[in-house]
């Protein structure tokens, strides 16, 4: 009887057949991901200005985003500002709405469509145009108001409401997380319901000791997700403030901090030494949100 493990010349060039369907991916990855990382990660210990060879400076970068870059701490307190105001109410929504495609309406397919797509559109230069015209100080906002005797503000050249228009677009693309709740309610067993309507539940009471537990794996890859993509977010910013940051650095994103100093003032050494923090600092928060699950999220045995 002839044995079908293979030879070693049969596995040899099976391995490379494998590896020759790998290429294209091993290629982007380590010359498209891995190593311009590891490039940005040295340039993040030098002085660099895309004119002149980069000169090491040690940790000089690093010392002084601590100690003497007050725009730094200013787009910090506006990121982490912007990323705690954003997620819960984007998640939040989007969980109401879930809950109540969920009931079984009419036309879901049809609802779901048009609820998913504003999150299709992304955070499009298009779509941040139109969300400074609709919050301009003669926008479609203030000509609403304006027919209830309400003088609106100019909301995106105020500091005190420039940040509050970016969440409210970042609410406003809700779609994908929606998406997501809506497949995790689905997967509810409506039998946990119906006894605990004969037990003598509440609505409010299903909802806490029956949706939120056995929903909240999805909570937790939603919390995930948006949080990263919040602290990523750049081009709502970008457009809206036309590339500053303005008014009084009311939305100054990280990003955008991290882009004018590269192609703005050309210290790519110092946007590296931004662009390695905002990766520790996403990496930190996420490692938190991990280690938070053993006490809220609940997975089936």
């Known amino acids: 009887m002839r044995s079908s493990i293979p030879t070693g010349r049969s596995w040899f060039h099976?391995?490379?057949?494998?590896?020759?369907?790998?290429?294209?991916?091993?290629?982007?990855?380590?010359?498209l991901t891995l190593g311009p990382a590891l490039m940005s990660l040295y340039l993040s210990f030098t002085n660099f200005d895309l004119l002149s060879s980069p000169e090491w400076v040690g940790t000089e970068n690093y010392v002084r985003m601590a100690t003497a870059d007050p725009k730094f701490t200013a787009a910090m307190k506006v990121t982490f500002l912007y990323v705690a105001l954003s997620v819960p109410l984007k998640l939040t929504f989007a969980l109401g709405v879930a809950m109540l495609l969920n009931r079984g309406l009419s036309g879901l397919s049809l609802y779901r469509a048009i609820f998913y797509l504003p999150s299709l559109l992304g955070a499009s230069v298009a779509i941040a145009v139109l969300w400074?015209?609709?919050?301009?100080?003669?926008?479609?906002?203030?000509?609403?108001?304006?027919?209830?005797?309400?003088?609106?503000?100019?909301?995106?050249?105020?500091?005190?409401?420039?940040?509050?228009?970016?969440?409210?677009?970042?609410?406003?693309?809700?779609?994908?997380?929606?998406?997501?709740?809506?497949?995790?309610?689905?997967?509810?067993?409506?039998?946990?319901?119906?006894?605990?309507?004969?037990?003598?539940?509440?609505?409010?009471?299903?909802?806490?000791?029956?949706?939120?537990?056995?929903?909240?794996?999805?909570?937790?890859?939603?919390?995930?997700?948006?949080?990263?993509?919040?602290?990523?977010?750049?081009?709502?910013?970008?457009?809206?403030?036309?590339?500053?940051?303005g008014p009084i650095n009311s939305t100054l994103f990280y990003t955008l901090y991290l882009y004018q100093e590269a192609f703005g003032y050309f210290r790519m050494g110092y946007a590296s030494a931004l662009a390695w923090v905002l990766v520790v600092i996403i990496a930190g928060v996420t490692a938190l949100s991990f280690a938070s699950t053993r006490y809220w999220v609940h997975y089936d045995e």
């Open 132 to 245: 400074r015209q609709l919050f301009a100080a003669n926008g479609l906002v203030n000509s609403a108001l304006s027919t209830f005797g309400i003088e609106g503000p100019s909301w995106i050249s105020n500091p005190n409401y420039s940040l509050y228009t970016l969440v409210i677009l970042s609410v406003w693309q809700f779609g994908s997380p929606m998406i997501i709740f809506l497949a995790g309610l689905r997967q509810i067993p409506t039998d946990m319901y119906e006894a605990a309507s004969l037990d003598g539940a509440s609505a409010r009471r299903q909802f806490v000791k029956i949706t939120l537990p056995l929903l909240s794996p999805v909570i937790f890859f939603n919390v995930v997700i948006q949080t990263i993509d919040a602290f990523k977010a750049f081009t709502p910013a970008f457009i809206i403030s036309g590339g500053t940051g």
């Open 14 to 31: 099976g391995g490379v057949t494998g590896y020759l369907f790998l290429l294209p991916w091993l290629v982007g990855f380590f010359g």
